[in-house]
């Protein structure tokens, strides 16, 4: 069984990498990069702004403090300890993957950081903000397409991306569950906080 879902991780990976055009290529790499995402990161910034005023600082910093936690987590402890080569360094893929530019990743790639910090965002952003603002689960659009670039570009498996967001959707939850325990005037609660 095991042997089966490795195969299948690989499979999807080379299907995914195996979609490469110039054009796409190029897109892919812009995407991966936190700058490309700048003018939507401003408008979710000036919405909760706009919806939660000073309470916004306090949303924003919560996110911080999730990006921070699952960056840790994944690059700083899960990584190392698993030691699981990314695509991009596995000999047994030399000369089959797509790379683009010589992009390789660090060493090791599970689970993907990429995937836990844009997840555990959305997720505590979403959870925060859905009474005020009805269309933040675009964060989750984001982050999926964020991730996805990742496998295109043959730094990560998909069992990288999955479990990567398991642990920021986990870790997005938890410092949400957390924030509620604060004191109303230092963080804005949700009118109905769903179990």
Do not use: C
Not at 26 to 31: A, E, G, N, Q, Y
Not at 115 to 122: E, K, L, R, T
Not at 178 to 191: D, V
Request: glycine share 10%; charged share 10%.
């Amino acid at each position: 069984m095991l042997d089966f879902l490795r195969q299948l991780d690989q499979d999807m990976l080379l299907a995914i990498n195996g979609l490469h055009a110039p054009w796409l290529d190029s897109l892919m790499m812009t995407f991966t990069h936190g700058a490309a995402w700048l003018p939507f990161f401003l408008v979710i910034i000036g919405m909760l702004i706009y919806r939660y005023r000073w309470g916004a600082l306090t949303l924003l910093l919560l996110t911080a403090v999730t990006i921070l936690l699952t960056d840790q987590l994944s690059a700083g402890l899960i990584k190392p300890l698993v030691g699981r080569l990314r695509p991009s360094h596995n000999p047994q893929l030399e000369g089959i993957l797509h790379l683009v530019n010589g992009y390789r990743g660090g060493l090791y790639g599970f689970v993907s950081s990429h995937a836990a910090n844009s997840f555990g965002a959305a997720t505590f952003l979403w959870l925060a903000g859905r009474q005020k603002i009805s269309w933040l689960w675009i964060m989750y659009v984001w982050a999926g397409l964020f991730a996805f670039t990742r496998i295109y570009l043959g730094v990560h498996y998909p069992s990288d991306i999955v479990a990567g967001a398991l642990l920021g959707v986990v870790v997005g939850w938890l410092i949400f569950r957390l924030a509620l325990q604060l004191p109303q005037k230092w963080y804005p609660h949700p009118q109905a906080v769903e179990g």
